[in-house]
């Protein structure tokens, strides 16, 4: 996770630095901006090679008044701001902030509003990674309890653990467990419609299943256990898998390895039982009736189960032609001698 925390251009860094840090988060790493007044400068970052990947573009107006950070309705749904208030109607009664950035959203999605609905955070998805940027720098005033202070503790440590790809924060999420007897399906998502879903059992019957939001951003439902085994849960996008039954069954009850189980197999076919431990066996081929295992050694039995029914044999090559060819070579060898 790169951080970004009012940083000011000042050539220090060569724009190859940049553009490392670009293609950084395109292939699967994080960047966090917290934007102060240098951001609608001409030594923004946004004059770097980042500008193409960050969500929000600075007008170059910063804008110094009181106002209270409001989450929006998608930010409600988002696991990185959901809950931070007990409020339903998006009047948060935080601590007040007093300056802003204001930028265009170019991308990602708004979880936060300041001043007059401006883009307070973004968050948005570039190639692999993952980029969060925001666009004030008086977050600390809740960190100092300023009338009474806010969330911040809890959504800085959202916010990196989302950029750092925390499966509980993923946005769209599908989850299956069992408690009571029944199969508990969640759904978590951005989008207010939640599809049905497809609950496959054991035996392989399959079902669906009609998830009810009971509260923002969750949709969930239960199913009765009627089998013992491994359930699939299905959105068309996600999958998920529970299990059902005994989680300690018979077959695992006693794991320790043991040559008694197999010892009236062996011992009725005249075999006998060899630990790789002690080195590995040699193989023979032993005639029916005599022993089939010894000391380091295990054998297998020759049956001779076969009868030839006739003998064919055909020449390589006529006796003259081989006779001819024997001279010629001789021959050649005499020739070669000789010269």
């Known amino acids: 996770l790169v951080v970004f925390d009012r940083y000011i251009v000042r050539d220090v860094l060569p724009p190859s630095y940049f553009r490392n840090i670009d293609n950084h988060v395109r292939d699967g790493g994080a960047l966090l901006l917290a934007a102060g007044p240098e951001f609608a400068s001409d030594r923004s970052l946004y004059s770097t090679g980042l500008s193409k990947s960050l969500p929000g573009e600075p007008t170059g107006k910063v804008i110094e008044q009181g106002y209270r950070p409001r989450i929006t309705g998608t930010g409600r749904r988002h696991p990185v701001t959901a809950e ?22 170019r991308g990602g999605v708004e979880l936060m509003k300041g001043v007059g609905d401006r883009s307070l955070l973004l968050l948005d998805r570039i190639g692999k990674g993952r980029i969060a940027q925001m666009n004030s720098d008086h977050i600390w005033l809740w960190a100092r309890g300023y009338e009474g202070g806010g969330p911040q503790g809890e959504l800085l440590r959202r916010l990196s653990h989302w950029l750092m790809k925390e499966p509980d924060l993923e946005e769209e999420k599908l989850s299956a467990s069992v408690r009571g ?4 399906v969640s759904r978590r998502s951005l989008d207010p419609s939640h599809p049905e879903v497809t609950v496959t059992a054991p035996s392989g019957e399959t079902g669906t299943l009609t998830l009810k939001e009971e509260k923002i951003g969750v949709g969930r439902a239960t199913l ?6 491994v359930y699939r849960v299905e959105d068309g996008e996600k999958t998920a898998f529970a299990a059902a039954g005994a989680l300690n069954p018979k ?4 794991l320790r390895t043991t040559e ?5 197999v062996t011992t009725a076919t005249g075999g006998g039982t060899l630990w790789l431990g002690d080195g590995k066996p040699q193989f023979r081929r032993v005639h029916p009736g005599r022993d089939m ?5 295990m054998g297998l039995q020759e049956n001779r189960a076969f009868a030839v029914t006739g003998v064919a044999e055909t020449p390589l090559m006529p006796g003259l032609l081989l006779l001819a060819l024997l001279l010629s070579v001789l021959g050649m060898a005499w020739w070669r001698e000789g010269h």
Not at 181 to 184: A, D, K, M, N, T
Not at 293 to 297: K, M, Q, T
Request: charge should be negative; glycine fraction near 14%; proline fraction near 7%.
């Open 251 to 254: 077959e695992y009850s006693d």
């Open 84 to 105: 931070l208030t007990a409020s339903d109607e998006g009047s948060e009664r935080w601590g007040r902030w007093f300056r802003q950035i204001e930028t265009v959203p």
């Open 224 to 229: 009765p256990i009627t089998e013992a085994g």
């Open 260 to 264: 008694d189980r197999l010892r009236p």
């Open 293 to 297: 295992a010894g000391r380091g050694w």
């Open 181 to 184: 007897g029944r199969l508990e």
